[in-house]
């Protein structure tokens, strides 16, 4: 049986607003709640929905503590590709969050093993995270945990996968400028979070949502470890739920 709750949406508009919906809940049901935050495409409508819900008074985020799930090694803060500049724009500088309150790896650490521990220290001195909000790569990586032979418990340097690479390259100049390296928080870390909260979007998220939801649970595919957690929800609009509509249906709803 599949523990998973996956919900559909008829487009991204609506996954953005239905996935936002849950967040906000957390967000009046606790105030100083701990969320987990992820960069990318998938998570920009929620954002701007949560600007929209900061906007009319509905949501306060100001004990709203955060811990984001990666960073590109080497990019500073200040650069328009880092993930902490995405977050500044995409959502921080138009709510109410105390920027001391949010937490992105650090970039430019050049030793990695001291940043993974740090960082660790920082995920752990939150107490837990509430809501942890993900994406999902072409590869099936959760966070940058790309696949493997084995789950990486806690934050880690990563060497990304030549396809997240290919995907990400449309931020950047070419693909040679794509940084070949970042810092993600670890499974276990991710696998703590109290709930989880995964967006897809498009025809091109299908087969690795599919194979995340129903294949087998295996690092080779690092989502699908997401099966095993207690509260996952899956908000996907129809073009990433194609496969999973076709060899398994009754998981939808
Ligand atoms: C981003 C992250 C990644 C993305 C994934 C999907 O912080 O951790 O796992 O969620 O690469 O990216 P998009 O949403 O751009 O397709």
Same mark, same amino acid.
Do not use: W
């Given at each position: ?17 239905? &996935? !936002? ?21 998938? @998570?920009?409508?929620?954002? $701007? ?44 500088? *138009?709510?109410?969050?105390?920027? !001391?309150?949010?937490?992105? @790896?650090?970039?430019?650490?050049? =030793? ?25 790569? *072409?590869?099936? *990586? ?19 996968? @030549? ?5 990400? !390259? ?11 390296? $970042? ?16 967006? &897809? ?20 595919? @690092? $989502?699908?470890?997401?099966?095993? *957690?207690? =509260? ?6 129809? !073009? $990433? ?6 060899? %398994?249906? %009754?998981?939808?709803?």
């Amino acid at each position: 049986m599949n523990m998973m709750k996956i919900i559909k949406a008829k487009d991204y508009a609506e996954l953005s607003r239905k &996935a !936002a919906n849950i967040i906000a809940a957390q967000v009046i049901l606790n105030p100083e709640s701990v969320l987990g935050l992820a960069t990318g495409s998938s @998570p920009l409508g929620l954002y $701007a929905e949560l600007i929209k819900g900061y906007e009319n008074g509905d949501l306060d985020f100001s004990k709203v503590r955060t811990v984001n799930l990666d960073e590109y090694r080497g990019l500073t803060k200040d650069n328009d590709q880092s993930y902490a500049y995405f977050m500044r724009e995409n959502l921080f500088k *138009h709510i109410n969050i105390d920027m !001391a309150n949010t937490n992105v @790896p650090d970039g430019t650490e050049p =030793d990695a093993a001291k940043e993974c521990a740090r960082y660790d220290a920082v995920i752990e001195s939150m107490g837990g995270v509430d809501i942890q909000l993900l994406g999902i790569g *072409h590869t099936g *990586h959760i966070g940058f945990n790309e696949p493997a032979d084995e789950f990486k418990k806690g934050t880690n340097c990563v060497d990304l996968d @030549p396809k997240t690479i290919e995907a990400n !390259a449309r931020f950047f100049p070419s693909a040679d400028d794509v940084p070949k390296q $970042a810092y993600t928080m670890g499974i276990q870390s991710i696998m703590k979070a109290k709930k989880i909260l995964l967006v &897809a979007n498009g025809e091109g998220k299908a087969e690795i949502l599919y194979k995340a939801c129903c294949g087998p649970i295996t690092p080779r595919v @690092p $989502a699908s470890v997401l099966q095993l *957690h207690p =509260d996952v929800v899956v908000v996907a609009d129809e !073009a $990433a739920l194609k496969v999973i509509e076709e060899k %398994c249906p %009754c998981c939808i709803g």
